[in-house]
């Protein structure tokens, strides 16, 4: 199933895919979102705040990472479809911090079920952990209420950002249309 065929179901049930990008500041949340809606990078600043933009029948959150805002990031759970986690993959050190906060997403009861891409962000930094490293190091292999998955990339690049999103939206896609006999799909 295409990008197409998930925007045209969208219309017809009349219903906004919600993803929030989430993650530590500094991982590449703001970048990555601008490479998506093919604005220029070279004036990303970090997000104090909230922002939300409209891409393709998706309503995108960027929530800005700074540990005094991490708590406020539970006033934007309800009806969010999916998660991107982006990890600052040249950051070993933060990846502890990283792994809890993800693990505290992921026990949110507003959260239950969504789908949740990891990006494992900056991978076009020399020595950036491997995906597989990151898996390891987030415990990734232990999540068994959301479908889920790692993808290596680079928000600067922009190197297998919408690889990442599609696997994202044909995991959205079948949660929520039921595809039975009758369905064209």
Known sequence: MGLLTVIQK???KDK????LFLGLDNAGKTTTLKHLMNEPI?????????????FMHMGVGDV???RSLRPYWRNYFEKTDAIVW?????????L??????????LGEERLA???????????????????????????????????WRIQAASAVTGTNINE?????????????????PESSA
């Open 86 to 94: 982006v990890v600052d993959s040249g950051d070993p050190a933060r």
């Open 42 to 54: 070279d004036t990303v600043s970090p997000t104090f705040g909230f922002s939300i933009k409209t």
């Open 113 to 147: 079920g969504a789908t949740v891409l990891i990006l494992a962000n900056k991978q076009d930094i020399p020595g950036a952990y491997t995906p597989e490293m990151i898996k390891k190091a987030l415990q990734l292999e232990d999540i068994h209420a959301h479908s």
């Open 64 to 66: 800005g990472g700074q």
């Open 164 to 180: 990442g999103m599609d696997w994202l939206l044909k995991d959205i896609a079948s949660r929520l249309y039921y595809y039975g």
């Open 10 to 12: 969208n219309k017809y």
């Open 16 to 19: 906004e895919v919600r993803v």
């Open 96 to 105: 502890e911090d990283c792994r809890k906060e993800l693990w505290n997403l």
